[in-house]
């Protein structure tokens, strides 16, 4: 797989890369994460206030699949041990805050908004296990292409939780027939970052009318013969705050995630 | 592997024999259940008052291994979608009620004792990946011998979550070297019911002085060559309320786990 432009490739220095990433976002770069420091977990981003914490973890465990909870944050606190000297404020590319289910900014840090009370989320995300398919022969099209990955709204509800519900969001990874029974085994086995994938072909399972048309992302082009496989994505909290209108919550700006200093293998079950 | 003498073991009838097995508990016959129903999940139990229920949520979020959560219910609620018609205060053999860390009572039922801002975690249990490990080959020594799994309190601590703290408890199985890269695979590959083992050999190095003292359940024999093999145990959350003192809880005794409708299968990621 080819490496991130940010030339911090160096696997043998345990967190540098990931960090030197999270220094230049801090510093107001903004980009998808995806194809970025080889061999590092990457997280969802989701903080809500103190009261509408329990839900927000309670409806991770009803929905495992597209809310593997990797962390969680006490009230207030910006830290996390999966990247010591990180601040969840800065770190990320991009952000977006809501209110009341509305979208209502997508600043580079979210410094000015921050409040004492929020609890922050931070959930597996598939980039993750993007370099366990690549090193397993498994083409990642949307890095090929230079493009985010395409992720859709589905017509699959979540199991709520107290004030929480909303559909699944999923991303979408065109695979080689060949190569599905690798890309389904490789990634079940990092449940973690959501593990195997929900739907392999007719997006219209889902509910999904047209893949050119994605509702996060970017749409990637399909090689002949590719099937389009479709993981359980970290997108749908975001989902169920725009469905469920709690006041207030900051998420990372979809495919653009927190780099921590895990390695993705830590993740694999076996 | 030898099947439990419920006669339950007609595993043609989904739930059926699972069901019966709580029937019979729930008229009041308390035994283990290792080695009872062959191909269904067994979970642990824990119920704690409504205020405590994010601590308890997070405390699992941030112990994975011997706390993986299965289900949640809402407060109040006895039911679960893991075994549609179940009773959680009086399906189990048999419980222990807590008040401020201290072990008050071990009825039969808990309809007595319940309140209705009680919420309930159920946990998953080694119990769900022995069969597993039985068909591949993988003796089950305390089975075998009649017994309730060992269990012992650890010198390893869990990681805190608000008010809840305290050591790991493991269950443990002694394998035959020659199985012990099966029994390792085998249950990792589970990691809702506690994945791999937390460690293999020395039990000085978990803190444990003597295998024939066990915290909770009964001694079991090792046949020469044996390696004691320590997995993460749901009775962990029990260590956590005595550690920890909060005013109410109701568990499960260790080794008297509730019995699921829920196919020990679905628990494998692959």
């Known amino acids: 797989m080819s490496v991130d432009g940010l030339g ?15 220094a230049q976002f801090r510093s107001g770069v903004g980009r998808p994460t995806a194809g970025m420091v080889p061999g590092r977990a990457q997280a969802n981003l989701i903080s809500v206030p103190a009261d509408w914490a329990y839900d927000m973890l309670l409806f991770c465990q009803r929905n ?14 910006y830290s996390t041990p999966l990247a010591p000297g990180a601040d969840l404020r800065t770190d990320l590319p991009r952000y977006r805050v809501w209110e009341h289910g509305e979208l209502v900014d997508e600043p580079a840090d979210v ?19 993007e370099w366990v398919l690549a090193e397993a022969g498994v083409p990642m099209r949307h ?18 939780a107290g004030r929480l519900h909303g559909p699944m969001v999923v991303s979408m990874r065109p695979v080689p027939p060949e190569l599905l029974a690798t890309a389904i085994r490789e990634s079940a086995l990092m449940p ?13 399972a889902l509910g999904i009318e047209d893949l050119g048309r994605p509702d996060f992302g970017d749409p990637v082009d399909l090689e002949p013969g590719d099937i389009p496989v479709f993981w359980a994505c970290g997108v749908t909290p975001q989902a169920a705050v725009t469905a469920s209108r709690p006041p207030f919550a900051i998420t990372h700006a979809p495919g653009q995630m927190f780099i921590t200093d895990v ?8």
């Open 8 to 22: 911090v490739e160096d696997r043998s220095v345990p967190g540098l890369a990931a960090a030197e990433a999270r």
């Open 64 to 77: 495992p699949k597209p809310c593997p909870v990797l962390d969680v944050t006490d009230a207030g606190a």
């Open 111 to 129: 410094v000015a908004h921050w409040r004492g009370d929020l609890v922050s989320f931070l959930i597996g995300c598939s980039f993750t296990f």
């Open 143 to 160: 890095v090929e292409q230079g493009r985010n990955v395409p992720m859709y709204v589905t017509d699959r509800l979540c199991r709520p």
């Open 192 to 204: 973690a970052v959501h593990g195997g994938p929900v739907h392999s072909g007719d997006p219209a």
């Open 263 to 270: 390695r993705d293998e830590q993740y694999r079950v076996v």
